[in-house]
């Protein structure tokens, strides 16, 4: 089955604790994104990789890390968590065929750092 | 950088009736225009996407149209159900750089029975 995956799901931490979140997705999509979701502001980038090795700052990126060693994982890391990074995060997968970029989300993850 | 705005944030239906979000964008190169739908504790997915090179795509009761010269595209829902109640996101990209989507910040449709 195709999909995208993240873990965990859930998550409650304190602050200055460094975090990991995994994704990884099974499509051999070249492309991912980690995207946070905030009442009102809707989906906000945080950063996108267009392949291994390539990662690109997005709209909000203050505060996260990527990296894409492999085409099917890109975690996010969060090296000192702060409470303003509580939020609801997706990874997404996608590639370009026929002019459409269709982008995949994971399940999400709902991190809350007090 | 691609600016997507959303108008209304909120919109509130009579079960039947047709429901019609319009975004308006702000790259002339975006050319690439999907929308997806979140529903309640659920991940954002595509239901219906537009390139720049068609004017009007319809999906059974949902459709989109693109006006390029105002820079604006809209989601139309006809005989709208209970489960068209959502979050719906459009979304704006170019198929040269770096494909970045731009998400709007999305509209609550509530379907009243």
């Known amino acids: 089955e195709a999909q995208v995956t993240q873990n965990p799901r859930y998550l409650i931490t304190v602050t200055g604790k460094k975090l990991t979140v995994t994704c990884s997705q099974n499509m051999n999509h070249e492309y991912m994104s980690w995207y946070r979701q905030d009442p009102g502001l809707g989906l906000r980038q945080i950063y996108y990789?267009?392949?291994?090795?390539?990662?690109d700052k997005g709209d909000v990126p203050e505060g996260y890390k990527v990296s894409r060693k492999e085409k099917r994982n890109f975690p996010l890391i969060l090296e000192s968590p702060s409470p303003n990074q509580t939020s609801l995060y997706f990874c997404?997968?996608?590639?370009?065929?026929?002019?459409?970029?269709?982008?995949?989300f994971g399940p999400g993850t709902r991190l809350t750092v007090t | 950088g691609e600016n997507v705005e959303q108008h209304p944030s909120t919109l509130s239906v009579q079960e039947g009736d047709s429901a019609v979000i319009k975004c308006t964008y702000s790259d002339s190169a975006s050319n690439y225009f999907p929308w997806y739908k979140q529903e309640l504790g659920k991940r954002p997915q595509l239901i219906i996407d537009?390139?720049?090179?068609?004017g009007e795509k319809k999906d059974q009761r949902i459709a989109v149209t693109l006006n390029k010269t105002a820079k604006h595209f809209s989601l139309h829902i006809t005989e709208t159900q209970p489960e068209d109640s959502a979050v719906y996101f459009c979304a704006a990209s170019s198929a040269y750089g770096n494909n970045r989507l731009a998400f709007g910040k999305g509209n609550q449709v509530v379907v009243i029975p």
């Open positions: 997404a997968s996608s590639t370009w065929t026929s002019g459409r970029h269709e982008q995949y």
């Open positions: 537009i390139r720049s090179n068609v």
């Open positions: 990789s267009m392949n291994v090795e390539v990662t």
